[in-house]
């Protein structure tokens, strides 16, 4: 069987690599919060070229987090694209706040930014682009909107990690970026994980604080409009003098170090596995029938091409035909957001949204990941072309 993703491959090539660091991390005896977070945190904000990185549990709880540290919250309306993995909504209702859909394009199946204005109330707060696939939305047009509106602008760079629009990194262009490492992502670790990236101190200051249970440890803005009492302790113990005084309610999500250890040693790698991704579409492009619909690249980005997703009117008797000639196929996602039964409760009707219904009734995604071989490509490539 041909998978659609493998992570044990990228295993088995840096095994040497990563066994000896996950090893100095368990001998080292700082499991949380220690060195190899630091140090990721740094690194990846250096290559995503942000002021600040704030890692957490996992890219659902980026989202959740970004948003409370945003000022979203119950009786505000966040706008997001209807075609998306459930996370990107469910952040907006764990803040007490209500998703508000958009169809997506027909082009890159991205939030269709011409739809935006026309969902915007007094209560909208945020805009929620998904950089969907791998590739960013139009993010021009997004940030004008944004600004007009003095909305807040939180990227869903979940399957995004590499790609690029107009020369900037996913995760630089919006106010505040949100990835996850779940194994199967394009920079992905050996368990959950996720981080929040922005250039704004206030933002990344009261996430820290969320992300461990608001303490003043980390929150070091908060303490600056709030009063502390340290209590002496501290100068016997080292303990952060405000550790134990919580500012606001937050979370218990943490990036441990040998999640932190393991993402440095593929970060460096991650450029190299992206361009072996858009060498892979590229032969797909070229040599897959014209009898599918096969992904646009849009204008002015770097595809991350997180999943390659051809469109079939047939897509479930080509599902199985695939399947029965070995090859792994899967559909992202079968039902958009709207029409999420999590959802029924606002109301949204079948037809409202025609181009995401239309995704999720046709879409599928075939093998890709960077090692791939040339021999699964081809039989990937002859098995789609058969079919028709
Ligand atoms: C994977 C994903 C998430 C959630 O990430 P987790 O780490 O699994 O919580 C959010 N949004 C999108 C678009 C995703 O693909």
Redesign the pocket.
Known sequence: MIPLMNVQRQYVDLKKEIDDTVIQVLESGQYINGPQVQAFEREFAEYIGVRYAVSVA??????VIALRAAGVGAGDEVITSAM??I??AEAITAVGAVPVFVDCTSDGYVIDEKLIDEKITKRTKAIIP?Q?YGQCADMDEIRRIADQHHLIIIE?D??AAGAEYKGKKAGSLGDIG?F???PT?NLGCCG???IIVTDNEQFASFARALRSHGSGEEGKLLLRSLSSEPIGLEIQTGEHPSKYFNYVFGYNSRLDEIQAAILRVRLKRLDQWNARRIAIANRYHDLLSDNVVKPTQLPGRIHGY?VYVIVVEQRDEMRKYLYGKGIASGVYYPVPLHLQVAYQHLGYEKGSMPQAESVARHSLAIPLFPELTEDEQNEVIDAVNSFF
Not at 58 to 63: H, P, S
Request: net charge negative; hydrophobic share 40%; proline share 0%.
């Open positions: 996992n890219g659902t709880d980026a989202l998306s993995f996370a990107s998904i969907f869903d979940a399957q949100c996850s490492f779940f992502k959950d994980g996720g997180y």
